[in-house]
């Protein structure tokens, strides 16, 4: 079992639709969770940490955990194509100073 | 502030040259690393530098050598490299180097080995 797993996709929505990007690990000691958008060509830009079980809201942007699962999710309301991108799921066990990374899901946000 | 500076922004070099890839931030933060990204591949981790000093090395070749000089200068030195080891070359900084941290990239240096 990969440590991080998420849907390749590709993922595509219309535009202003709800799109729903999930995310398994198999570590149980993991504890804390991050978002990532990478846009073609370029570096990857943080959008949500969430260390809590629950979810935790940022403008457009929830991320959900549930520990119990193992599953972490992120949802983007009001999708834009600006959104297009793929957005990889990092992992983080307590006590280590790495990130594992999933191997990211590709978003298509059509207008 | 989350900005994390790289230099330079693209690098070609030969098999037999030596060049160093230079990552600065300014943000007080005291863990540091270096990341290799392959076209449609996640980042892989290759070096974490926590306070200054190197604690995490992937197995990563000596032919990449990487140096910490002060707290908010990350180097890597390549030497002799291959053409396989043309990537995105990722530096990231975080407050420290605990878990409960976010870490945030900076633009990456594109490499090419010719």
């Known amino acids: 079992q990969k440590e991080v797993e998420q849907n390749s996709g590709p993922l595509s929505v219309p535009e202003g639709a709800i799109a729903s990007l999930n995310c398994t690990y198999s570590d149980r000691g993991s504890q804390s969770f991050f978002w990532y958008r990478q846009y073609s060509g370029k570096s990857p830009e943080l959008i949500m940490s969430?260390?809590?079980?629950g979810d935790k809201e940022d403008g457009r942007f929830t991320a959900q955990l549930n520990k119990a699962s193992q599953y972490v999710s992120l949802l983007i309301r009001d999708s834009q194509p600006s959104d297009s991108a793929t957005y990889l799921c990092?992992?983080?066990?307590?006590?280590?100073?790495?990130?594992?990374f999933g191997k990211g899901t590709k978003l298509t946000v059509n207008p | 502030d989350t900005e994390v500076t790289q230099t330079p922004k693209h690098l070609v070099m030969g098999m037999t040259n030596k060049k160093s890839l230079k990552c600065e931030q300014h943000m007080g933060h005291r863990a540091m690393y270096w990341y290799k990204q392959k076209a449609k591949k996640p980042p892989e981790l290759m070096f974490v530098y926590s306070y200054e000093k190197l604690s995490i090395n992937e197995s990563v070749p000596s032919r990449f050598s990487p140096e910490c000089p002060n707290s908010s200068l990350l180097n890597l030195h390549l030497h002799a490299l291959q053409p396989e080891d043309s990537a995105l070359y990722l530096c990231a900084s975080s407050q420290d180097p605990g878990s409960r941290v976010e870490q945030y990239f900076g633009p990456g240096t594109r490499l090419l080995v010719l």
């Open positions: 990092a992992v983080r066990k307590g006590g280590s100073e790495k990130l594992v």
């Open positions: 969430i260390y809590s079980n």
